[in-house]
């Protein structure tokens, strides 16, 4: 599969593999993706599970048409819709964009990772866009996938590790049973990711699972890691 990104600014990468990874959807279900950029973690999990349709809506016009012209070029069209939208939008906006609620079996969201006034700002307003939201911003994104899931349906996220907290509190009394997967840059690191995944309206206790390590001591991706990455296998967040 060739995914196509923009030159310069942000671009997809490690997060967007292990997001589609964790995504645990089944042939016949539907998932929608928030932020979905080029379409990345999208194409894995197309490519990853026959049958499954993917919803991707994003603020930028420009990375739509790229995600729409990339799942073209992979003959993934047909089961990939992309929409034009603000997930911060109310929903009047975004039902007339062509999103719906309570209709996903699966919701699943690489945010972004800083917060205005937190960060130093980039020159290119795409890029900042992709790597910072506003103080709080991400309690917006949960209620987004909270509400255009379905009851039962599972929200999956992969973020900076000291965002566990926020995420956590955002989830809270939307998402329950929540599974936290950390990982580390190499064994003995403390985790520079987290990804998070809970089942809406569920009230069962969270759990903390086993961490992936990504890279050996001399820098080579782990056994582990090459499985996602390369051969398209799934991360289990769940029974």
Same mark, same amino acid.
């Given at each position: 599969m060739t995914v196509r990104q923009p030159r310069t600014g942000f671009r997809s990468g490690l997060d967007a593999v292990f997001l589609a990874a964790a995504c645990p959807a089944r042939e016949g279900e539907r998932v929608l993706e928030a932020g979905c950029g080029a379409g990345a973690a999208s194409l894995c999990l197309l490519a990853r599970?026959?049958?499954v349709s993917v919803t991707g809506v994003d603020i930028d016009a420009g990375l739509?048409?790229?995600? *729409? =012209?990339? +799942?073209?070029g992979n003959g993934l069209d047909g089961r990939f819709d992309v929409v034009n939208a603000d997930v911060t939008d109310t929903w009047t906006a975004l039902e007339a964009a062509g999103l719906f *609620? =309570?209709?996903y079996d699966h919701v699943i969201a690489n945010p972004p990772f800083f917060e205005h006034g937190r960060t130093r700002p980039s020159k290119? +307003? *795409?890029n900042s866009r992709a790597r910072a939201m506003a103080e709080g911003g991400?309690?917006?994104w949960a209620r987004f996938l909270a509400a255009a899931a379905r009851p039962s349906a599972s929200a999956t996220v992969i973020h900076t590790a000291d965002a566990l907290p926020q995420i956590l509190a955002a989830f809270d009394r939307r998402f329950g049973a929540v599974s936290i997967l950390p990982l580390h840059p190499r064994n003995g690191a403390p985790a520079i990711r987290v990804i998070v995944s809970g089942i809406k309206?569920?009230?069962a206790p969270a759990s903390i699972l086993p961490g992936v390590v990504l890279h050996e001591a001399d820098g080579a991706p782990t056994a582990a890691a090459t499985a996602i990455? *390369?051969?398209g296998q799934s991360l289990a967040l769940r029974a």
């Amino acid at each position: 599969m060739t995914v196509r990104q923009p030159r310069t600014g942000f671009r997809s990468g490690l997060d967007a593999v292990f997001l589609a990874a964790a995504c645990p959807a089944r042939e016949g279900e539907r998932v929608l993706e928030a932020g979905c950029g080029a379409g990345a973690a999208s194409l894995c999990l197309l490519a990853r599970v026959p049958g499954v349709s993917v919803t991707g809506v994003d603020i930028d016009a420009g990375l739509v048409t790229l995600a *729409r =012209e990339n +799942a073209t070029g992979n003959g993934l069209d047909g089961r990939f819709d992309v929409v034009n939208a603000d997930v911060t939008d109310t929903w009047t906006a975004l039902e007339a964009a062509g999103l719906f *609620r =309570e209709t996903y079996d699966h919701v699943i969201a690489n945010p972004p990772f800083f917060e205005h006034g937190r960060t130093r700002p980039s020159k290119d +307003a *795409r890029n900042s866009r992709a790597r910072a939201m506003a103080e709080g911003g991400f309690e917006d994104w949960a209620r987004f996938l909270a509400a255009a899931a379905r009851p039962s349906a599972s929200a999956t996220v992969i973020h900076t590790a000291d965002a566990l907290p926020q995420i956590l509190a955002a989830f809270d009394r939307r998402f329950g049973a929540v599974s936290i997967l950390p990982l580390h840059p190499r064994n003995g690191a403390p985790a520079i990711r987290v990804i998070v995944s809970g089942i809406k309206g569920s009230r069962a206790p969270a759990s903390i699972l086993p961490g992936v390590v990504l890279h050996e001591a001399d820098g080579a991706p782990t056994a582990a890691a090459t499985a996602i990455l *390369r051969h398209g296998q799934s991360l289990a967040l769940r029974a």
